[in-house]
């Protein structure tokens, strides 16, 4: 199989929201454009603007897969991970791990010392591959208006989080 990671652009949009929209149905969970997904209507003002990335991951030329990184607001040397999401036909693939390794490398590669991110908590089967890269829950946060379902916040020191074989 022929993986490429490529740089996400506003162009790219509708796809990106397809395929979140796709994940979110597994959940019953819709994009709230006007809340927690506010940052997906301009990823450019809101990942590259901010000194961060956001990327999409294609397979024969197929959307699969995005994940970003940036910079952690008001946390010196933390950088936060957000949309890690892979179509439901490539989980269990490398797809995943391909994404996280090049969050993790982006992370290195701009002298972070941190990495933290938040996961539904009813996300079972990725917090266990967040694991096994090293990453560990730290606490559950409670659901709220601006997000309406309860998450575990994860973190990372960048110096011992590796790929799994």
């Known amino acids: 199989m022929n993986f490429e990671i490529r740089k996400a652009s506003n162009e790219d949009l509708e796809d990106i929201h397809l395929l979140i929209s796709e994940c979110y149905s597994e959940v019953n969970a819709q994009i709230d454009f006007d809340g927690y997904d506010d940052d997906l209507i301009d990823i450019e003002k809101n990942y590259f603007a901010k000194g961060g990335e956001f990327i999409l991951l294609e397979a024969n ?13 008001q946390k010196n040397k933390v950088a936060l991970f957000k949309r890690l ?29 941190k990495i933290e991110f938040f996961s539904d908590s009813q996300s079972i089967r990725a917090h266990k591959f967040f694991n096994k ?15 309406p379902y309860e998450q575990y916040r994860f973190y990372g020191e960048v110096s011992s989080l590796s790929p799994f074989k």
């Open 85 to 113: 999401y892979v179509h439901k036909k490539w989980r269990g693939t490398k797809a995943a791990k391909i994404l996280m390794e090049w969050a993790i490398n982006w992370a290195l590669n701009n002298k972070f010392e």
């Open 133 to 147: 890269f090293g990453f560990l829950k730290k606490e559950l946060i409670p659901a709220s208006l601006k997000i």
């Open 61 to 73: 030329g197929l959307l699969i897969g995005t994940q970003s990184a940036l910079p952690f607001p």
